[in-house]
Each structure stands twice: as C-alpha cells, then as structure tokens.
C-alpha cells in the first residue's frame, strides 16, 4: 500500500548550497544562534551559503552534541539558516540588524 506523504512544509526551505560563497559587502542581519534553543542537530550547516556555521568549540561545553554557532564576520545576513531551522527543526536562529549586533557584542562587523 503506498502512503501519499505531504511534503509542503518543506517548501519554505530553500535547497542547501551547492558551492561556497563569500561575503562582499556588509549585511544588513546578522545570524545569531539562540545557543540554549540549539539541539546541535546540525541541518542549518549545509544550507549556508558561505559556510560560516560551525559547532560551538569543545572547550565551550563538555557535552556530546554542542550547539552551532555563526563565524558572524563571514556571515553574509541571508537568512536561509534561520528558515532552515524554524521549518525543520527547533528556531533556534534569530536574525538581529547589524547596528544593534555591533551594539550588543561590542565589535565591528567587516564590509
Ligand atoms: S538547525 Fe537549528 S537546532 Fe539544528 S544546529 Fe542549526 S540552529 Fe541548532
Ligand atoms: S544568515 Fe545564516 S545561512 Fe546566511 S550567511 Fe548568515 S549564517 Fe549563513
């Protein structure tokens, strides 16, 4: 017996990279991880365009699955890894206006 499965939910999901790009300007959004939210489940990573989401390093947390984070300086503010979550897992990326993330983070994001 064949099971006609709907797979519209996945259609807000945008495909994953097919190669690596880099940044050329400065964004208007930064991606910031919501890392008590974050299962580490890793999906987001294939779908950045410019591979900047990593885990978060060993030293940060002793667990077997750590969260991700963004290389935020790389991020190019496109928000598909934020989408990818929210549709396929947890929302656990929040996208944050480049002013307020230099104000909050106390840095400068590179143009
Ligand atoms: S898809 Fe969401 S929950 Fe999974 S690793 Fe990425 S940010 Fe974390
Ligand atoms: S918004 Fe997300 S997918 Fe886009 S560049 Fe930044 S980290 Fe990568």
């Known amino acids: ?17 097919s ?15 919501d890392e008590d939210n974050c299962t580490g489940c890793q ?15 060993k030293e940060k947390y002793d667990i077997p699955i750590p969260p991700v984070q963004v290389r935020h300086d790389e991020c190019i503010g496109c928000q598909i890894c934020a989408k990818a979550c929210t549709a396929l897992t947890w929302d656990a990326i929040r996208m944050i206006k480049t002013e307020e993330f230099e104000e909050i983070y106390d840095t400068e994001v590179s143009g």
């Open 19 to 33: 190669n690596v790009n880099f940044k050329k300007k400065k964004p208007k959004l930064i991606a910031v991880v």
């Open 1 to 17: 017996m064949s099971k006609d499965y709907n797979y519209d939910h996945y259609k807000s999901v945008p495909d994953p990279a």
């Open 43 to 57: 999906v987001c990573v294939p779908f950045c365009p410019v591979d900047c989401i990593e885990p978060v390093p």
